[in-house]
C-alpha cells in the first residue's frame, strides 16, 4: 500500500528563517512521482514540483528546494529566507500506483511566517 | 489561461439533505478528479475520470455519493442524502491525459452538514 507522512502538524518560524519539512512516504512501485503542493488560505492546492523515482537530484527553486532521497524514502521540502506570504498548509503527495495516476498525500503541515 | 471553476464556493445543508456540487476543468485537459478534504486531513480520492470515463472510484461511497462527466467536460459530484461526516472541502482538479502530470486544483468547495 502506498502512504505519505508529514510528520510536522504545525511549524512556526520568524521571517527570514529556513525551514524544513519532512516528508516520508511508502510505496512498492519501482516508478513513482512525488509532489509538493502548497494551499493558502483561498483553499486551492498550489503545484510546487513534481519529481520522478529515478530523479534523485536536488531542485532549486529560489527560495524553494527539494531534497530526495530513495535510501531514506523521504522527499524534504526547505524553503530558505522565510516570508509571510509563505504561511500555508504544505502537502506531499506520491502518485504512481499502475493504471491510476491519482495522488495520495499526506496530512499536511501548517507553516506560520511571523513578521 | 482560466483555472479550474468549482461552484457553489460554500454550501451548508441538513442531514439526510442531498447537494451537487459543479466543476469545470481547464479547457483541454482530459483526466479530471473530485477529491475530499476532511478538516485536519489530506485531500483523499473519491472519483477520477478520464474524458468521460471512470478510471477510479474505489473510494467514492456509491450508495449516497456519484459523479457524472458528461461530454468529457464539466462535472457534477452529488450526495443524497448527506451525513454529518460528509462535512468536508471537496475539491475539483484536472490534469493532461498523460499519466502522472501536474494536477491543477479548483478552490473547493467546503460543504458543512448540520
Do not use: M
Not at chain 1, 512525488?34 to 514540483?49: A, D, H, N, R, T
Amino acid at each position: 500500500a502506498q502512504k505519505v507522512t508529514q510528520a510536522q502538524t504545525e511549524i512556526s518560524v520568524v521571517e527570514k528563517e529556513d525551514v524544513t519539512l519532512d516528508c516520508v512516504y511508502e510505496t512498492r512501485d519501482t516508478t513513482y512521482y512525488l509532489f509538493w503542493y502548497k494551499q493558502p488560505p483561498s483553499g486551492e492546492l498550489v503545484f510546487l514540483i513534481r519529481r520522478n523515482s529515478f530523479d534523485e537530484q536536488n531542485e532549486i527553486s529560489g527560495r524553494y528546494s527539494w531534497n530526495f532521497q530513495k535510501s531514506t524514502s523521504s522527499f524534504n521540502f526547505t524553503i530558505t529566507a522565510s516570508q509571510v506570504v509563505d504561511s500555508a498548509v504544505y502537502f506531499c503527495a506520491l502518485s504512481g500506483e499502475e493504471g491510476t495516476d491519482k495522488l495520495i498525500f499526506g496530512t499536511g503541515t501548517r507553516l506560520q511566517v511571523f513578521p | 489561461e482560466a483555472g479550474v471553476a468549482q461552484s457553489p464556493r460554500y454550501k451548508i445543508i441538513e442531514k439526510r439533505q442531498s447537494v451537487a456540487f459543479w466543476c469545470n476543468p481547464i479547457s483541454g485537459h482530459a483526466t479530471l478528479y473530485w477529491y475530499q478534504q476532511i478538516l485536519g486531513q489530506g485531500p483523499k480520492l473519491l472519483i477520477q475520470f478520464q474524458n468521460n470515463g471512470v478510471v477510479d472510484d474505489s473510494q467514492l461511497p456509491k450508495d449516497r455519493f456519484s459523479a457524472e462527466r458528461l461530454k468529457g467536460v464539466d462535472s457534477t459530484l452529488k450526495i443524497q442524502p448527506a451525513k454529518l461526516e460528509d462535512s468536508a472541502v471537496y475539491l475539483c482538479a484536472s490534469s493532461l491525459a498523460a499519466l502522472n502530470t501536474e494536477a491543477f486544483f479548483g478552490q473547493g468547495t467546503r460543504l458543512t452538514v448540520v
